[in-house]
């Protein structure tokens, strides 16, 4: 029979020799994506990205030097074996390590193609200039944002400042993933809703909105004020998307939700998404609440054509009426009512959607002309409203799709080049 002790030794000093091996390898970035991805980010959001996933990889390196040690002073059999389960949890701490490298490696190998790349240069310039806007003057810190393309209907967000998987660091960058569909069709209006998600996780806004929609309605409908109040982060970052991109935004959600039958009426518990029923409604009463009349009534009448509200489940069609006719107050109380999060000022103060109302947007075309999607002086001034404008057309003018969807790649790429020469 060999030594146990010596036995025991050989299996926890070989495990210990992989995982170390294995933290090395996590050193190398070029792992995880191409150089050539790399390079296609801006280098202050590069720079904050590697340094945040170099200081992961650094703290398992000094667990791995302690695992070590501890390794060498063992000397029983059972000593050995405590190495043994620091051993597996070490692996544990490694596999946390790993998936947010997997994470930020895959996002970042999304711009490969330097197409893709330049578009996405161009979406991370248009999302933090929305930030920048409101947490700017709120004296609070602009994150970087670093987006990414994938599949599906819908985008997403790991918000700044989350606590990361390996459970002691916080990202630097909020990571946004855009769809492919929607970063191919001129209108990635998505973006600015997750980073309505940002703004309110950044400044507080959604448990203060949540507040407001109760105060509203606790007279006349306290379960209209609750039930919004529920969905208040989803509806804060619609109304944020709204106020940069106005009907682009609108038209693009719709044509995310529309469809899902199976979520017209419903959500699943917990779930912050209003139902699409009322969030297309609410989202179109933006638009006639600060435009007056135009395509959103079309919108909203074909979908209340589709979907009629007397279809609704007989739980939920009381709430979804009484809902309805208080859209009003609804959008009063997401663009317009003061909040502490903002100084004590409506969001409007700082995103006004009359900016990009479509008679402005005509007038910002008209004045600058051709210019507007060439010049670097347009192209960096109003890269928000170019977007606004670009999926206005996009949603109005379906004709003109093809066409549309070229001038706005043209106009990105160039945006995309001249951003991260300007960085």
Request: proline fraction near 5%; glycine fraction near 8%; hydrophobic fraction near 45%.
């Amino acid at each position: 029979m060999p030594d146990a002790t010596a036995a025991l030794r050989l299996q926890v000093t070989r495990q210990a020799a992989h995982w170390r091996a294995a933290v090395v390898a996590l050193a190398d970035f070029e792992n995880f994506a191409a150089a050539s991805a790399w390079a296609n980010l801006e280098r202050h959001l590069g720079v904050a990205i590697r340094a945040q996933l170099r200081r992961s990889v650094l703290h398992l390196q000094r667990t791995a030097d302690v695992l070590d040690a501890e390794l060498r002073a063992a000397e029983t059999l059972a000593e050995l074996d405590r190495v043994r389960r620091l051993v597996v949890r070490f692996r544990r701490r490694f596999l946390r390590v790993e998936t947010a490298l997997d994470f930020y490696g895959d996002a970042v190998n999304t711009r490969t193609s330097p197409k893709i790349g330049g578009l996405l240069r161009a979406c991370d310039i248009l999302a933090g200039r929305s930030l920048e806007q409101v947490l700017g003057p709120l004296g609070l810190p602009t994150p970087p944002v670093l987006t990414y393309v994938d599949r599906g209907l819908g985008a997403s967000i790991l918000r700044s400042g989350l606590r990361l998987w390996d459970g002691r660091s916080f990202s630097v960058a909020a990571a946004v993933k855009v769809t492919r569909h929607n970063l191919g069709g001129a209108r990635p209006t998505a973006l600015l809703h997750e980073c309505g998600h940002q703004l309110g996780f950044s400044t507080g806004w959604n448990d203060e909105l949540a507040a407001a929609f109760r105060r509203e309605f606790q007279h006349d409908a306290p379960d209209v004020g609750d039930a919004w109040a529920g969905w208040s982060s989803e509806t804060a970052a619609d109304a944020f998307a709204f106020a940069h991109a106005g009907y682009a935004a609108v038209a693009a959600l719709h044509d995310v939700i529309a469809g899902e039958e199976q979520r017209v009426w419903t959500v699943p518990p917990g779930d912050p998404h209003p139902p699409a029923a009322l969030r297309v409604l609410a989202n179109a009463a933006m638009a006639r609440r600060f435009y007056g009349v135009g395509p959103w009534d079309d919108l909203a009448g074909s979908w209340t054509l589709t979907h009629p509200l007397r279809r609704a489940p007989d739980r939920v069609r009381g709430l979804y009426e009484r809902s309805a006719a208080r859209l009003p107050r609804i959008v009063d109380v997401l663009l317009l009512r003061p909040m502490r999060a903002f100084h004590g000022r409506p969001l409007v103060a700082y995103v006004d959607p009359l900016r990009v109302r479509p008679d402005e947007l005509a007038r910002l075309s008209h004045e600058a002309g051709t210019a507007l999607f060439t010049s670097p002086h347009w192209l960096w001034t109003e890269s928000l409203r170019l977007l606004a404008l670009s999926g206005y057309r996009a949603a109005t003018e379906p004709e003109h799709a093809a066409d549309i969807a070229q001038q706005y790649e043209n106009w990105m790429t160039r945006l995309g080049h001249d951003g991260r020469a300007a960085a």
